[in-house]
């Protein structure tokens, strides 16, 4: 796991939400498990449904672009504190329980050992518009580099979890 340090802080104060609590549309996003796309792509059921909607023809070394754009997931947050802690402390703790929850449901299909999610909370001014975003990718092809530099983030809380269980180290 590797995290930057505006999300450092955010991550200790959490408790770690049961997934069970964790709104509808998220429990039925891990309920709709995974399937493997085009290319091998790792994709949310949920996000990608028949396919209909995305092109097909992907290419290996750019399966990691892929794979962000269809698993991008919006954390329902409207019903956490407008206050800025207790929101920004919910926001991380549905966020990670969800991130933990994907992750063990895509966990032994193929190429799930290099599964990550990635975690974004918006801490500036606005940070009730900018809510929480999870997104999930291999790091394979086309993996962006600025993942790997999450200090260059300076309005969002950022984590990167590599596993299950991620969610309970720091």
Do not use: Q
């Not at 672009?65 to 207790?86: F, K, M, S, T, Y």
């Amino acid at each position: 796991m590797r995290m930057n340090a505006l999300m450092l802080p955010l991550w200790k104060a959490t408790e770690v939400a049961d997934p069970h609590t964790l709104p509808a549309e998220l429990r039925d996003l891990i309920d709709g498990g995974w399937r493997t796309g085009p290319a091998g792509a790792l994709l949310l059921n949920g996000c990608y449904g028949d396919g209909s909607g995305w092109r097909s023809d992907w290419r290996a070394g750019d399966i990691a672009e892929h794979e962000l754009a269809v698993n991008d997931v919006g954390i329902p947050c409207d019903d956490l504190p407008a206050e800025r802690e207790p929101f920004l402390r919910g926001a991380v703790a549905r966020s990670r329980a969800f991130a933990d929850a994907a992750l063990r449901a895509a966990h032994g299909l193929p190429a799930s050992d290099t599964l990550v999610a990635i975690v974004s909370v918006g801490v500036d001014d606005d940070f009730r518009t900018h809510g929480a975003t999870v997104k999930f990718a291999t790091e394979r092809g086309g993996f962006p580099r600025t993942y790997g530099e999450l200090e260059r983030f300076r309005f969002e809380a950022m984590a990167v979890l590599d596993g299950p269980g991620e969610r309970d180290r720091v």
